[in-house]
Nanobody, 124 residues
Framework: QVQLVESGGGLVQAGDSLRLSCAAS????????MGWFRQAPGKEREFVGL????????HYADSVKGRFTISRANAKNTIYLQMNSLKPEDTAVYYC?????????????????WGQGTQVTVSS
């Protein structure tokens, strides 16, 4: 069993940066692919990006490509989402998710574990 806890959300202005963290419990974290998703009010949960088990492969949604970066520190059981040049449309609850595979996909159904989410609000 893996538990995920996100942190780092907050209220920022357009153009600002934030770094989200996702701390995982469990000895097998380093063998899991990890993803970030977000959900805005009244919208479905959408894929933001993913990172494979050792961090050498990442994949991003077109809407965040070039602005967001995912990284991981397996020794700390933590993944990060660095968000730069934030826009009001990035406002959402951000979730990290774990897949018991070395690499994963963009469909939330692929993921086995989810955090509770952290709110990111970007004002214009």
């Amino acid at each position: 069993q893996v538990q995920l806890v996100e942190s780092g959300g907050g209220l920022v202005q357009a153009g600002d940066s934030l770094r989200l963290s996702c701390a995982a419990s469990g000895r097998t974290f380093s063998a899991y692919a990890m993803g970030w998703f977000r959900q805005a009010p009244g919208k479905e949960r959408e894929f933001v990006g993913l990172i494979n088990w050792n961090g050498d492969i990442t994949h991003y949604a077109d809407s965040v490509k070039g602005r967001f970066t995912i990284s991981r520190a397996n020794a700390k059981n933590t993944i990060y989402l660095q968000m730069n040049s934030l826009k009001p449309e990035d406002t959402a609850v951000y979730y990290c998710a774990g897949d018991r595979a070395l690499y994963s996909g963009t469909d939330p159904e692929h993921y086995d574990y989810w955090g509770q989410g952290t709110q990111v609000t970007v004002s214009s």
